[in-house]
T-cell receptor, first 114, second 113 residues
Framework: KQEVTQIPAALSVPEGENLVLNCSFT??????LQWFRQDPGKGLTSLLL?????REQTSGRLNASLDKSSGRSTLYIAASQPGDSATYLC?????????????FGKGTKLSVIP | KAGVTQTPRYLIKTRGQQVTLSCSPI?????VSWYQQTPGQGLQFLFE???????NKGNFPGRFSGRQFSNSRSEMNVSTLELGDSALYLC????????????FGSGTRLTVV
Protein backbone atom coordinates (compact mmCIF):
# COMPACT_ATOMS: atom_id res chain seq x y z
CA LYS A 1 0.00 0.00 0.00
CA GLN A 2 1.41 3.37 -1.04
CA GLU A 3 2.20 5.75 1.81
CA VAL A 4 3.19 9.38 1.37
CA THR A 5 4.98 11.36 4.07
CA GLN A 6 5.65 15.08 4.19
CA ILE A 7 8.19 16.56 6.55
CA PRO A 8 8.05 18.97 8.27
CA ALA A 9 4.38 19.24 9.18
CA ALA A 10 4.78 22.97 9.68
CA LEU A 11 7.40 25.52 8.71
CA SER A 12 7.78 29.20 9.50
CA VAL A 13 10.27 31.34 7.57
CA PRO A 14 10.99 35.06 7.17
CA GLU A 15 10.01 36.73 3.92
CA GLY A 16 12.61 36.43 1.18
CA GLU A 17 14.04 33.13 2.30
CA ASN A 18 14.43 30.19 -0.06
CA LEU A 19 12.91 26.98 1.26
CA VAL A 20 12.49 23.29 0.49
CA LEU A 21 9.49 21.09 1.25
CA ASN A 22 9.96 17.35 1.29
CA CYS A 23 7.77 14.47 0.17
CA SER A 24 8.59 10.77 0.33
CA PHE A 25 6.63 7.78 -0.93
CA THR A 26 7.04 4.06 -0.28
CA UNK A 27 6.24 2.52 -3.70
CA UNK A 28 8.28 3.79 -6.63
CA UNK A 29 5.82 2.39 -9.19
CA UNK A 30 4.10 5.68 -9.94
CA UNK A 31 2.83 7.44 -13.05
CA UNK A 32 3.39 10.92 -11.73
CA LEU A 33 3.55 13.15 -8.68
CA GLN A 34 1.59 16.36 -8.24
CA TRP A 35 2.16 19.25 -5.85
CA PHE A 36 -0.84 21.23 -4.64
CA ARG A 37 -1.43 24.30 -2.56
CA GLN A 38 -4.41 24.65 -0.24
CA ASP A 39 -5.51 27.86 1.43
CA PRO A 40 -7.61 27.55 4.62
CA GLY A 41 -11.08 26.17 3.92
CA LYS A 42 -10.49 26.12 0.17
CA GLY A 43 -9.93 23.52 -2.51
CA LEU A 44 -6.61 22.39 -3.95
CA THR A 45 -4.68 24.40 -6.50
CA SER A 46 -2.31 22.41 -8.69
CA LEU A 47 1.23 23.80 -8.70
CA LEU A 48 3.35 21.30 -10.59
CA LEU A 49 2.98 17.87 -12.15
CA UNK A 50 6.03 15.66 -12.66
CA UNK A 51 5.82 12.54 -14.77
CA UNK A 52 7.71 9.47 -13.57
CA UNK A 53 10.19 9.86 -16.46
CA UNK A 54 11.02 13.46 -15.52
CA ARG A 55 13.53 14.75 -12.99
CA GLU A 56 12.11 18.21 -12.40
CA GLN A 57 9.53 20.80 -13.34
CA THR A 58 9.63 24.57 -12.92
CA SER A 59 6.97 27.23 -12.73
CA GLY A 60 8.00 30.74 -11.80
CA ARG A 61 9.58 30.69 -8.33
CA LEU A 62 8.69 27.03 -7.86
CA ASN A 63 10.83 24.05 -8.77
CA ALA A 64 9.88 20.46 -8.06
CA SER A 65 12.24 17.52 -8.36
CA LEU A 66 11.55 13.81 -8.44
CA ASP A 67 13.83 10.90 -7.60
CA LYS A 68 11.58 7.96 -8.24
CA SER A 69 14.11 5.28 -7.33
CA SER A 70 14.57 6.69 -3.83
CA GLY A 71 10.90 7.64 -3.43
CA ARG A 72 11.51 11.34 -2.90
CA SER A 73 10.33 14.67 -4.23
CA THR A 74 11.14 18.19 -3.17
CA LEU A 75 9.39 21.48 -3.79
CA TYR A 76 11.75 24.44 -3.83
CA ILE A 77 10.26 27.90 -3.32
CA ALA A 78 12.57 30.81 -4.11
CA ALA A 79 12.33 34.24 -2.49
CA SER A 80 9.31 33.38 -0.35
CA GLN A 81 6.50 35.91 0.06
CA PRO A 82 3.70 36.23 2.64
CA GLY A 83 1.25 35.22 -0.09
CA ASP A 84 2.98 31.83 -0.23
CA SER A 85 1.55 31.03 3.20
CA ALA A 86 -0.63 27.95 2.76
CA THR A 87 -0.58 24.18 3.17
CA TYR A 88 1.38 22.35 0.51
CA LEU A 89 0.38 18.81 -0.38
CA CYS A 90 2.07 16.23 -2.54
CA UNK A 91 0.18 13.38 -4.14
CA UNK A 92 1.31 10.36 -6.13
CA UNK A 93 -0.61 8.58 -8.83
CA UNK A 94 0.27 4.90 -8.62
CA UNK A 95 1.10 2.81 -11.65
CA UNK A 96 -0.86 -0.24 -12.66
CA UNK A 97 -4.07 -1.20 -10.90
CA UNK A 98 -5.51 1.60 -8.82
CA UNK A 99 -4.00 4.28 -11.00
CA UNK A 100 -7.26 6.19 -10.92
CA UNK A 101 -6.69 7.61 -7.47
CA UNK A 102 -4.18 9.83 -5.76
CA UNK A 103 -2.48 9.10 -2.47
CA PHE A 104 -1.79 12.28 -0.52
CA GLY A 105 0.62 13.25 2.19
CA LYS A 106 -0.68 15.12 5.24
CA GLY A 107 0.86 18.36 4.00
CA THR A 108 3.31 20.99 5.17
CA LYS A 109 1.79 24.16 6.58
CA LEU A 110 3.97 27.07 5.50
CA SER A 111 3.94 30.48 7.18
CA VAL A 112 5.99 33.27 5.61
CA ILE A 113 6.52 36.08 8.10
CA PRO A 114 6.70 39.63 6.69
CA LYS B 1 -12.14 27.77 -19.31
CA ALA B 2 -14.43 26.98 -16.38
CA GLY B 3 -12.97 24.97 -13.55
CA VAL B 4 -14.46 22.18 -11.50
CA THR B 5 -17.71 23.35 -9.90
CA GLN B 6 -19.02 21.90 -6.67
CA THR B 7 -22.37 22.67 -5.13
CA PRO B 8 -23.38 23.53 -2.53
CA ARG B 9 -20.39 25.17 -0.84
CA TYR B 10 -21.69 24.61 2.66
CA LEU B 11 -24.19 22.19 4.19
CA ILE B 12 -25.43 21.60 7.72
CA LYS B 13 -27.27 18.35 8.29
CA THR B 14 -28.60 16.46 11.26
CA ARG B 15 -27.32 13.05 12.25
CA GLY B 16 -29.32 10.33 10.49
CA GLN B 17 -30.22 12.44 7.47
CA GLN B 18 -28.87 11.91 3.99
CA VAL B 19 -27.09 14.38 1.71
CA THR B 20 -26.28 14.72 -1.97
CA LEU B 21 -23.30 16.68 -3.26
CA SER B 22 -22.79 17.68 -6.88
CA CYS B 23 -19.71 18.11 -9.06
CA SER B 24 -19.43 19.44 -12.61
CA PRO B 25 -16.04 18.64 -14.18
CA ILE B 26 -14.04 20.70 -16.61
CA UNK B 27 -15.51 20.43 -20.10
CA UNK B 28 -13.98 17.42 -21.86
CA UNK B 29 -12.88 15.72 -18.66
CA UNK B 30 -14.59 12.36 -18.33
CA UNK B 31 -12.94 11.18 -15.11
CA VAL B 32 -14.36 12.46 -11.81
CA SER B 33 -12.97 11.54 -8.40
CA TRP B 34 -14.18 12.30 -4.89
CA TYR B 35 -12.08 12.81 -1.76
CA GLN B 36 -12.88 13.39 1.88
CA GLN B 37 -10.63 15.72 3.87
CA THR B 38 -10.62 15.78 7.66
CA PRO B 39 -8.06 17.25 10.08
CA GLY B 40 -7.23 13.83 11.48
CA GLN B 41 -7.12 11.65 8.39
CA GLY B 42 -6.12 14.15 5.72
CA LEU B 43 -7.30 13.53 2.18
CA GLN B 44 -8.81 10.11 1.56
CA PHE B 45 -10.02 8.72 -1.75
CA LEU B 46 -13.73 7.88 -1.96
CA PHE B 47 -14.35 6.77 -5.55
CA GLU B 48 -13.67 7.54 -9.19
CA UNK B 49 -16.01 7.48 -12.17
CA UNK B 50 -15.33 7.38 -15.88
CA UNK B 51 -18.05 7.26 -18.54
CA UNK B 52 -20.71 6.57 -15.92
CA UNK B 53 -18.79 3.58 -14.51
CA UNK B 54 -17.13 3.38 -11.12
CA UNK B 55 -13.53 2.30 -11.77
CA ASN B 56 -12.14 2.50 -8.28
CA LYS B 57 -13.48 2.74 -4.75
CA GLY B 58 -11.78 3.66 -1.50
CA ASN B 59 -12.23 2.09 1.89
CA PHE B 60 -15.45 3.75 2.98
CA PRO B 61 -18.70 2.18 4.21
CA GLY B 62 -21.59 1.53 1.86
CA ARG B 63 -23.34 4.66 3.17
CA PHE B 64 -21.13 6.54 0.73
CA SER B 65 -22.18 6.16 -2.87
CA GLY B 66 -21.86 8.05 -6.09
CA ARG B 67 -22.85 8.15 -9.69
CA GLN B 68 -21.90 9.87 -12.92
CA PHE B 69 -24.23 11.09 -15.61
CA SER B 70 -23.79 11.00 -19.37
CA ASN B 71 -22.61 14.64 -19.36
CA SER B 72 -19.84 13.63 -16.89
CA ARG B 73 -21.42 15.50 -13.98
CA SER B 74 -21.21 13.48 -10.79
CA GLU B 75 -23.05 13.27 -7.52
CA MET B 76 -22.11 11.63 -4.26
CA ASN B 77 -24.60 10.62 -1.62
CA VAL B 78 -24.10 9.92 2.05
CA SER B 79 -26.95 8.22 3.85
CA THR B 80 -27.59 7.94 7.58
CA LEU B 81 -25.16 10.73 8.39
CA GLU B 82 -22.86 10.40 11.39
CA LEU B 83 -21.01 13.12 13.25
CA GLY B 84 -17.75 11.73 11.86
CA ASP B 85 -18.89 12.47 8.31
CA SER B 86 -18.28 16.16 8.93
CA ALA B 87 -15.56 17.04 6.46
CA LEU B 88 -14.58 18.95 3.35
CA TYR B 89 -15.59 16.89 0.31
CA LEU B 90 -13.50 17.58 -2.75
CA CYS B 91 -14.16 16.63 -6.32
CA UNK B 92 -11.46 16.40 -8.98
CA UNK B 93 -11.59 15.93 -12.73
CA UNK B 94 -8.99 14.72 -15.16
CA UNK B 95 -8.63 13.87 -18.84
CA UNK B 96 -8.90 10.13 -19.47
CA UNK B 97 -5.18 9.36 -19.70
CA UNK B 98 -2.89 8.86 -16.71
CA UNK B 99 -0.31 11.38 -17.92
CA UNK B 100 -2.47 14.32 -16.93
CA UNK B 101 -2.92 15.77 -13.50
CA UNK B 102 -6.06 16.44 -11.55
CA UNK B 103 -7.96 19.71 -11.17
CA PHE B 104 -9.89 20.11 -7.94
CA GLY B 105 -13.00 22.07 -7.12
CA SER B 106 -13.44 24.37 -4.12
CA GLY B 107 -15.17 21.64 -2.12
CA THR B 108 -18.35 21.24 -0.12
CA ARG B 109 -18.05 21.77 3.62
CA LEU B 110 -20.44 19.34 5.32
CA THR B 111 -21.21 19.75 9.00
CA VAL B 112 -23.26 17.06 10.75
CA VAL B 113 -24.87 18.10 14.04
Amino acid sequence: KQEVTQIPAALSVPEGENLVLNCSFTDSAIYNLQWFRQDPGKGLTSLLLIQSSQREQTSGRLNASLDKSSGRSTLYIAASQPGDSATYLCAVRPGGAGSYQLTFGKGTKLSVIP
Amino acid sequence: KAGVTQTPRYLIKTRGQQVTLSCSPISGHRSVSWYQQTPGQGLQFLFEYFSETQRNKGNFPGRFSGRQFSNSRSEMNVSTLELGDSALYLCASSPPTVNYGYTFGSGTRLTVV
